[in-house]
T-cell receptor
Framework: EDQVTQSPEALRLQEGESSSLNCSYT??????LFWYRQDPGKGPEFLFT???AGEEKEKERLKATLTKKESFLHITAPKPEDSATYLCAVLSGGYQKVTFGTGTKLQVIP | EPEVTQTPSHQVTQMGQEVILRCVPI?????FYWYRQILGQKVEFLVSFYNNEISEKSEIFDDQFSVERPDGSNFTLKIRSTKLEDSAMYFC?????????????FGPGTRLLVL
């Protein structure tokens, strides 16, 4: 069964203080790794899809990278509006279901 | 930008009652999904649907649950006899194609509270 583990569970940063969120996964045949942002009481908002080791994608202050065992979401010079829970999820094998991690709750302090 | 919409945003029901949660997927998407998130827990897959039939379902999706695409735009999740443990956020998602090349886009959710 697919497993997704995210760390840390919570992260508190000062505005402008860069950091990385980790997502380690165990799957049988990765077909896609996804990063979503979730605000309280809202649905997951799509950020990135990564398909193969070595792939990187960027969007504003966020950059996602992928290796064979884990993915990182790098946040450069974060702003308070980046505060949210960041979810990592995987799709594997012949399945259509996406398996989510428990998320990293990011708080950026002004 | 196209988005998935869900109604109602909140639903309160009595244990044993039936509820129907509604979703309008993104218009050119062909694959539809329901997920749920119990408060403080992770998002969990319930079911995927394509070409008017269930293509995959989880152990959570037992006989009390059913899905339907009653017309060309709506996708519904019915819970026949609600239990206290069904209280959760229910998210609908859709994708243009399945699998890793088909990113799933999520709606804002329906918060279901069973009393």
């Amino acid at each position: 069964e697919d497993q997704v583990t995210q760390s840390p569970e919570a992260l508190r940063l000062q505005e402008g203080e860069s950091s990385s969120l980790n997502c380690s996964y165990t799957v049988s045949g990765l077909r896609g790794l996804f990063w979503y942002r979730q605000d309280p009481g809202k649905g997951p908002e799509f950020l990135f899809t990564l398909y193969s080791a070595g792939e990187e994608k960027e969007k504003e202050r966020l950059k996602a990278t992928l290796t064979k065992k884990e993915s990182f979401l790098h946040i450069t010079a974060p702003k308070p509006e980046d505060s949210a829970t960041y979810l990592c999820a995987v799709l594997s094998g012949g399945y259509q279901k996406v398996t989510f991690g428990t998320g990293t709750k990011l708080q950026v302090i002004p | 930008e196209p988005e998935v919409t869900q109604t109602p945003s909140h639903q309160v029901t009595q244990m044993g009652q039936e509820v129907i949660l509604r979703c309008v997927p993104i218009s050119n998407h062909l694959y539809f999904y329901w997920y749920r998130q119990i408060l403080g827990q992770k998002v969990e897959f319930l079911v995927s649907f394509y070409n008017n039939e269930i293509s995959e379902k989880s152990e959570i999706f037992d006989d009390q649950f059913s899905v339907e695409r009653p017309d060309g735009s709506n996708f519904t999740l019915k819970i026949r006899s609600t239990k206290l443990e069904d209280s959760a956020m229910y998210f609908c998602a859709s994708s243009e194609i399945p699998g890793g090349r088909g990113t799933q886009y999520f709606g804002p959710g329906t918060r279901l509270l069973v009393l």
